[in-house]
């Protein structure tokens, strides 16, 4: 029978499509590696990985027993964590994914308490696009998510943890700077500089622009919300940025101002995903209480839902 080790040597090859980046991700050497695969292709009397100078070829085999392999050392990893939890919960390392236009903000509020409150909990953080954090929390390189609800696929389940305003952003010299509030009528002709596609936030700010008449920038997009900020402050456009985000980096300028929207403004809703078949559900229930408490303390901008 293959090992545990073999299986974890293959998926990351297949992963990789390299031997030695598959080598450094398993702390392992590079002729270690390609020594096990042989002896795993041995054992089971095929090819898996075609190998020659220029490139890594996985065999259709090799993707099936790969596919496999990844749901064996998953289900390994739940019983791992299901002997870890009968000693108490929040109390290990739980990989979590984050959007890039939420992790940098929404982490500085909530990590303190949380590691006064739970010293033995660890939080690995990983950012990324909506689609591939979604493929981590589906292969088991995530445990947990989080993410702009909702949350598609059969195979996880959500919570939702708060709603979060979109506020307009703009050159302190604009003339809706004088504004106390937008409607959003003020927006009609306006060019709204949003985050790249690819990114939960660019459809929400698409559909607003539509809903306005203002003109979403497709010349100019940000790869993040600071590079929105900057080309706001060059005045290239307006932006509609998240609150824990003008919290944190606009608040506090005088060069770019933010202005909510009056009434019912538009907003994204962050929640938490992870794996129905996970052991782990009480205890991300346990933290997502953990962080709606610290939320309702730290970040009045946001409401929490109960």
């Not at 346990?286 to 610290?294: G, K, M, N, Q, V």
Request: aromatic share 6%; with cysteine.
């Amino acid at each position: 029978m293959p090992s545990l080790q073999q299986l974890r040597y293959l998926v990351a090859v297949a992963e990789t499509r390299h031997f030695r980046r598959a080598a450094e991700a398993c702390h392992v050497s590079q002729p270690t590696l390609s020594a096990q695969l042989k002896e795993l292709e041995n054992r089971l009397g095929a090819v898996l990985v075609e190998r020659n100078r220029s490139r890594v070829v996985v065999t259709a085999l090799g993707e099936s027993v790969a596919a496999h392999a990844r749901r064996a050392l998953r289900e390994v990893e739940e019983i791992r964590t299901l002997a870890a939890l009968h000693q108490g919960t929040l109390r290990s390392t739980i990989k979590v994914g984050v959007v890039q236009s939420l992790g940098p903000y929404l982490f500085p509020l909530i990590v303190p308490e949380l590691h006064e409150s739970h010293p033995s909990l660890k939080l690995y953080v990983r950012e990324g696009l909506a689609d591939h954090l979604l493929e981590g929390l589906s292969s088991g390189a995530l445990d947990l998510l989080l993410f702009p609800m909702p949350v598609r696929g059969v195979e996880f389940e959500s919570l939702s943890l708060f709603r979060e305003p979109l506020l307009v952003a703009m050159p302190a010299d604009h003339t809706l700077a004088a504004s106390g509030a937008i409607v959003p009528e003020m927006l009609r002709g306006e060019t709204i500089l949003a985050l790249e596609p690819g990114h939960r936030l660019y459809e929400q700010v698409r559909r607003i622009c539509e809903q306005c008449g203002a003109h979403l920038s497709h010349d100019f997009e940000g790869t993040s919300l600071d590079t929105l900020r900057q080309m706001v402050a060059m005045g290239m456009g307006l932006s509609l940025l998240p609150a824990l985000y003008v919290k944190s980096e606009v608040a506090h300028q005088d060069i770019v101002v933010a202005r909510p929207f009056r009434n019912a403004p538009p907003s994204r809703t962050i929640g938490m995903a992870w794996r129905r078949s996970t052991v782990r559900e009480p205890e991300f229930q346990e933290l997502a209480t953990a962080i709606s408490a610290i939320l309702r303390r730290r970040a009045p901008e946001v409401f929490v839902f109960s």
